[in-house]
T-cell receptor, first 114, second 115 residues
Framework: ETGVTQSPTHLIKTRGQQVTLRCSSQ?????VSWYQQALGQGPQFIFQ???????GRGNFPPRFSGLQFPNYSSELNVNALELDDSALYLC?????????????FGNGTRLTVT | AQKVTQAQTEISVVEKEDVTLDCVYE???????LFWYKQPPSGELVFLIR??????QNEISGRYSWNFQKSTSSFNFTITASQVVDSAVYFC????????????FGTGTRLTVIP
């Protein structure tokens, strides 16, 4: 069973640039969620995708957007990067949406904005 | 509004000591799930346990045990006979019935087990 994989592992960008982070979900999972974890904080929910549609969104501005593909992999796009976007971005997959379906997390992408 | 509080920012114990990590939550929902995750230095969040709001039975899994008390809105986690490999950041999280299964995480407790 293949777990959740994220790429790249680390990324450095300049303020104002755009970035795309990628996630492959665990085999058999059709739901992908993205979280932002600032240094020393707990992860915060960005959004969730189910069957290629956004299925819920946290308190993040529209410059955070996403996609889910037919193979259930996903992308997180962030436009007009700000210094505060520096964080660990975690992707998690689950076998379906819903609060009782455990999330399986990847190792994350550490984004640094300078 | 939902909230998860982990008041202990950092804890250090000597190997083989027992340690309890506290978690207090707030929610208006009557149906919800509580979780504990472990985050080692690699960054991945490792699922430890899920407990629904209707099941107040305590649970034991090896050296790990969890104490869920709805009366005090607490879901504490105890590691017995701690080991160096237990060193990590531990997060308590809450998921409510409505909406996507987004987890509300606490700020975490960094546990260091000293050999």
């Amino acid at each position: 069973e293949t777990g959740v994989t994220q790429s790249p592992t680390h990324l450095i960008k300049t303020r104002g640039q755009q970035v795309t982070l990628r996630c492959s979900s665990q085999s058999g999972h059709n739901t992908v969620s993205w979280y932002q974890q600032a240094l020393g904080q707990g992860p915060q929910f960005i959004f969730q995708y189910y069957r290629e549609e956004e299925n819920g969104r946290g308190n993040f501005p529209p410059r955070f957007s996403g996609l889910q593909f037919p193979n259930y992999s996903s992308e997180l796009n962030v436009n007009a990067l700000e210094l505060d976007d520096s964080a660990l971005y975690l992707c998690a997959s689950s076998w379906r949406p819903g609060y009782n379906s455990p999330l399986h997390f990847g190792n994350g992408t550490r984004l640094t904005v300078t | 509004a939902q909230k998860v509080t982990q008041a202990q920012t950092e804890i250090s114990v000597v190997e083989k000591e027992d340690v309890t990590l506290d978690c207090v939550y707030e929610t208006r929902d009557t149906t919800y799930y509580l979780f504990w995750y472990k985050q080692p230095p690699s960054g991945e969040l490792v699922f430890l346990i899920r407990r629904n709001s209707f099941d107040e039975q305590n649970e034991i899994s090896g050296r790990y045990s969890w104490n869920f008390q709805k009366s005090t809105s607490s879901f504490n986690f105890t590691i017995t006979a701690s080991q160096v490999v237990d060193s990590a950041v531990y997060f308590c999280a809450l998921s409510e019935e409505t909406g996507a299964n987004n987890l509300f995480f606490g700020t975490g407790t960094r546990l260091t087990v000293i050999p």
